[in-house]
């Protein structure tokens, strides 16, 4: 009788998702092994590519889940103050929120890939480009402050972007590092004196 081969019988993709976005939050895409995913998984090799095609694939996939859920939190919070710095306030507390909220700390979108090595390239290069996409979104409000009065015309909407941006990317690796919130919070005030007054 043939061996059965695909997954298993009850495989439920998205929890396994799930599982595997933690572990590439906690390991990192260059830590993380394929042993370390069908364990947690519960499947074996074959099941595994037959699931999620490649480390890679499931890697963009648990990107994208962590944007949708838990990265989302602080740019809703960025846009729905009226106010600019308000706004910015809520994204950063949002970003100390998130990164504390993993045991191992800090944030997958900034600590997934940090070195750009030839073999890590195309995962490195993805990250980088959901982290433009994410200065974009903060640059937007911050030229929405503009419009509405509550940031000066000649505010410059680019170079405080990539502060703010810049900001969260610090507060992950503080919190990697095992900075506490307290001392986190700290951080915020110091990056909203960056803010030119209206």
Known sequence: MAKRRGRPLGFDRSL???????????????????VDLTSALGINPPSFYAAFGSKLSLFYEAVDLYIATIGSKTIEALNQ????RKGLRAMLEGAIANATSSESGGCLMVMGVVNNHAENREAWAFL??????????????????????????NADDQALAAHFLGVTQAISFQARDGASQPELFAMVESALAALPSA
């Not at 396994?16 to 394929?34: D, N, P, S």
């Not at 103050?81 to 600019?84: A, I, K, L, N, P």
């Not at 996409?133 to 929405?144: K, S």
């Open 81 to 84: 103050e009226d106010v600019t």
């Open 16 to 34: 396994a998702l799930q599982k595997a976005m933690e572990i590439f939050w906690r390991k990192g895409y260059e830590g993380t092994q394929l």
């Open 128 to 153: 980088r480009n959901k982290r433009v996409e994410t200065r974009e979104l903060i640059r937007a409000r911050i030229q929405r402050g503009i419009a509405q009065g509550d940031l000066p015309a």
